[in-house]
T-cell receptor, first 112, second 110 residues
Framework: AQSVTQPDIHITVSEGASLELRCNYSYGATPYLFWYVQSPGQGLQLLLKYFSGDTLVQGIKGFEAEFKRSQSSFNLRKPSVHWSDAAEYFC??????????FGKGTMLLVSP | NAGVTQTPKFQVLKTGQSMTLQCAQDMNHNSMYWYRQDPGMGLRLIYYSASEGTTDKGEVPNGYNVSRLNKREFSLRLESAAPSQTSVYFCASWDRTEAFFGQGTRLTVV
């Protein structure tokens, strides 16, 4: 069965510092991988996605993620965090032939 | 282009009451999903519909039923609400490359 692990429940980062959110997945075939962001009381917004090709993908709001097949990971990064990035971030795995499975989320707090 | 529309946005039910959450998408997608979101649990799949006329159980289907009324609409029904069903419910439409989410329904069962 497919699964996603986000090891960090909460992360606190100073404004202007770099960010990396971890995601590990389990999937039997070539996965589609996603990062979504959710602001309080809102729905989910897609940040970026990976299907194939270049393993470093660029997303909206200055985010990027790198797919590492050997480590079954798809970590999200941002070089300089802004206060408006405070939100909950979800990694998800799926494909055209399966359902979409989410991790439990990582809450990002940004300190001044 | 409205995307995915869920109604209602908020609802309070008494234990044992029934209700239906409505979801409609205007993107002509075949697949639609219902998730529930609880603190620390992420989004868990309740039911999904891969195409019009088909529905399948997800990870947490107990206490729920669904209807894929047509290609646009996918409803979620709670026949006898329980406090354990207090949650935020999200409907999503999936085009096999991206899931598009509604704004959610915050349901409280007292």
């Amino acid at each position: 069965a497919q699964s996603v692990t986000q090891p960090d429940i909460h992360i606190t980062v100073s404004e202007g510092a770099s960010l990396e959110l971890r995601c590990n997945y389990s999937y039997g075939a070539t996965p589609y991988l996603f990062w979504y962001v959710q602001s309080p009381g809102q729905g989910l917004q897609l940040l970026l996605k990976y299907f194939s090709g270049d393993t470093l993908v660029q997303g909206i709001k200055g985010f990027e993620a790198e797919f590492k097949r050997s480590q079954s990971s798809f970590n999200l990064r941002k070089p300089s965090v802004h206060w408006s990035d405070a939100a909950e971030y979800f990694c998800a795995v799926g494909s055209g032939y399966s359902t979409l499975t989410f991790g439990k989320g990582t809450m990002l707090l940004v300190s001044p | 282009n409205a995307g995915v529309t869920q109604t209602p946005k908020f609802q309070v039910l008494k234990t044992g009451q029934s209700m239906t959450l409505q979801c409609a998408q205007d993107m002509n997608h075949n697949s639609m999903y219902w998730y529930r979101q609880d603190p620390g649990m992420g989004l868990r799949l309740i039911y999904y519909s891969a195409s019009e006329g088909t529905t399948d159980k997800g990870e947490v289907p107990n206490g729920y039923n669904v209807s894929r009324l047509n290609k646009r609409e996918f409803s979620l029904r709670l026949e006898s609400a329980a406090p354990s069903q207090t949650s935020v419910y999200f409907c999503a439409s999936w085009d096999r490359t991206e899931a598009f989410f509604g704004q959610g329904t915050r349901l409280t069962v007292v």
